[in-house]
């Protein structure tokens, strides 16, 4: 539903400055509100840096923060679909470090609909054996055993049919699923490209094929559906609503909102370097902290955990000082009791790297758990600390999209040791430090 003028403005380099991104606009997401026969659907394209496959864990996180917005457990009423190419699908890890999330419970979002527009081009691979081991660009998804449809993208009625039977999966089972959507590229990866210099033989061949849409109207002219007529006018109807500027979705509402929409004017032009007074009444700090130390009677803790807790008491009685663990949980403490969730992910975050956490309290004769500070106050928002997998990379953007669609929320990336996010420099660059500018 974006407005045609819109797109050839940014195109012909003369976007308003004050919506200026700080990348290209290809890059660009948008968001609107689509009539359906059930009603208005909010559809959101995320923002999608170069590294292609980077944007899937992000997409990930952002509809694991809206479907808990709407307390949608099962995944019924956020849908994530990423779209992939057919090389990066292949040859890019955060894939499938995004696929091993899908079952995950601090990552499930209900299963995911990936569609692999399998175009050939892979950018100037000249040879789609350096491309990829595989036999097909798909073959990574076989590691969830997750249905994989191949389907010819020139035949539009397969195309759709293989969409619903695909979606019906999901909805049923609640798992991934894969669409190989085979087809092929008229043109080069961008306007200076000239894909013919090493794709000598398919783009001769491309260029005598017809295109999709010619096909499929050839078949219905053919079957009486439509008449040559007709089908040429309603080529020419979508070049004059565009000529024109007017939007060629039909069914766009534009951004209407609805009851579960964030405000995100409070921290729209916010001077970040503003000192804030982030401390807290002492009276007020001594009652959640009795909450955080107070165990159930029958509850069997492990002997080195319980010189933990008993040490905790006696900081909180003033015999000795805080130490880090306890003073990370009174932090939190006094968010959740102010009315701010906190979801703090990482290797072994429950209990802390170095034994010094144990947000998450297991007893010792019935495995049971009980986690304090899902116990500060009556009505406190969600209080969420995952053991991820083992994964720097999807998780830490999983994080971040979550962290962008669920402002009142303080999110957390634990990483065991600073090197080890190294391995998601990717978010950091690409997300993190520019997410603001882009």
Known sequence: GKMPKDLFAEFEGKHDESTLVGDVKYHDGFSSNIMTPGGPMHVTLAFNPSHLEIVDPVVEGSVRARQERRRDVKGDRVLPVLLHGDAAFAGQGVVMETLQLSQARGFYTGGTMHVIVNNQVGFTISDPRDARSTTYCSDVAKMLEAPIFHVNADDPEAAVFVERLALDYRMRFHKDVVIDLVCYRRHGHNEADEPAATQPVMYRAIRQHPTARKLYAEKLIA?????????????????????????????????????????WSPFANTDWTERVNSGVELGKLRAVAERVVAIPKDFTLHPRVAQVMANRLKMLAGEIPLDWGFAETLACASLLQDNFAVRITGQDSARGTFFHRHAV????????????????????????????????EAVMGFEYGYSTTEPNSLVIWEGQFGDFANGAQVVIDQFISSGEAK
């Open 223 to 263: 079957a009486g559906v439509v008449s040559e007529d007709e089908a040429n006018q309603m080529v020419e109807q979508y070049r004059q609503g565009l000529d024109e500027g007017r939007p060629q979705a039909r069914a766009s509402l534009g951004l209407i909102g609805n009851k579960y929409t964030v405000d």
């Open 361 to 392: 309290l297991h007893d010792q004769q019935t495995d049971r758990i009980h986690i304090p500070l899902e116990h500060v106050s009556e009505r406190q928002p969600r209080f969420q600390v995952i053991d991820s997998v083992l994964s720097e």
